[in-house]
Every structure is written in structure tokens, then in C-alpha cells.
Nanobody, 122 residues
């Protein structure tokens, strides 16, 4: 079992930056691939980025590539999402997820946080 708690969301102007954190409980955190997804009302949850167990491999959605960076610190049981050059269309609830399978699909992840709101004003 893994419990995930996101933090770091908020209101920021377009062009600004935020860093999201996802703190995980449990000593088995390093056995899980982790990812960030986002969701807006009425839309399906959208893949943002994923990182492998060791942190050695990452993948980012085309819509955020070059602006967002996923990272993790297994010693701190924490995953991060650094978001730069934010745009109004990045506004969403951001969710952290953990799973044993690698990929960008929602169904691959077994554990989810409660989400943190990110709002980007124009």
C-alpha cells in the first residue's frame, strides 16, 4: 500500500512557475513508477509526466515538454513536478500516481493522491 499526498498548487500568472510535490508513505516507494496527471471539469484525466523507479528514465507529454520536469527523491519518498512558463491552459487539478507498470495510461496506476489545484491567470 502507498498513500500519496500532493502539495504546492496555487494561483500563478502566465509565464510563472510552480513546483508540485507528492509525498508517499511506505518503505516500498522506490519499487513504484510514479506519474503526474491532470484533469479539468468535464474532461478525462490527462497524462503529464512519468518517472521510473530509479528516476533514471522520464517521459513527458508533448504539451508540457520543455516546460515541465518530473523528478524524484527516493530517500525522501517524494516526487516533484517543476512547472515553468505556465500557460492558462495548464489550469487543472494535478494528481500524483504510483504503479508497478510503466506508461502514460491511467489504468496502469494503482495509487492516487487527492489532487492539488493549479490555476494560471492570463
Amino acid at each position: 500500500q502507498v498513500q500519496l499526498v500532493e502539495s504546492g498548487g496555487g494561483l500563478v500568472q502566465a509565464g510563472g512557475s510552480l513546483r508540485l510535490s507528492c509525498a508517499a508513505s511506505g518503505r516500498t516507494f522506490s519499487t513504484y513508477h510514479t506519474a503526474w496527471f491532470r484533469q479539468t471539469p468535464g474532461k478525462e484525466r490527462e497524462f503529464v509526466a512519468t518517472i521510473s523507479r530509479s528516476g533514471g528514465t522520464t517521459s513527458h507529454a508533448d504539451s508540457v515538454k520543455g516546460r515541465f520536469t518530473i523528478s524524484r527523491d527516493n530517500a525522501k519518498n517524494t516526487v516533484y513536478l517543476q512547472m515553468n512558463s505556465l500557460k492558462p491552459e495548464d489550469t487543472a487539478v494535478y494528481y500524483c500516481a504510483a504503479g508497478l507498470s510503466w506508461g502514460s495510461q491511467v489504468r496502469l496506476y494503482d495509487y492516487w493522491g487527492q489532487g492539488t489545484q493549479v490555476t494560471v491567470s492570463s
